[in-house]
């Protein structure tokens, strides 16, 4: 026997009933997609985004770092060995 949890995750309403109907017309439980896509996930260690927009902090965050490079602060050197980076960091 397959011991099974529950896993509680938040997700737009339209997102779910369409993956709930289209698993349906597959003859699917929507929970084998699930668990499906997950083991992708471990397997592969990727995921893929389609179709998503940044939050305002995000993007505030990533005009930081922008600014950061054009202004060459926060920036490490380039490393040319493991031993270069190790010796940088413990420098820090």
């Given at each position: 026997m397959v011991m099974k949890t529950v896993l509680n995750v938040k997700v737009d309403p339209l997102v779910?009933?369409?993956a709930q109907k289209l698993a349906k017309s597959l003859s699917l439980p929507?929970?084998?997609v699930v668990n499906n896509?997950?083991?992708s996930f471990i397997k592969n260690r990727e995921v893929t985004f389609s179709e998503m927009t940044p939050s305002k902090k995000f993007l505030t965050y990533l005009?930081?770092?922008d600014k950061d490079i054009k202004q060459g602060k926060n920036l490490s050197p380039a490393f040319h060995s493991a031993k270069e980076m190790d010796d940088y960091l413990?420098?820090?």
């Open positions: 779910k009933s369409q929507l929970s084998l896509s997950l083991r005009k930081k770092i413990d420098s820090l």
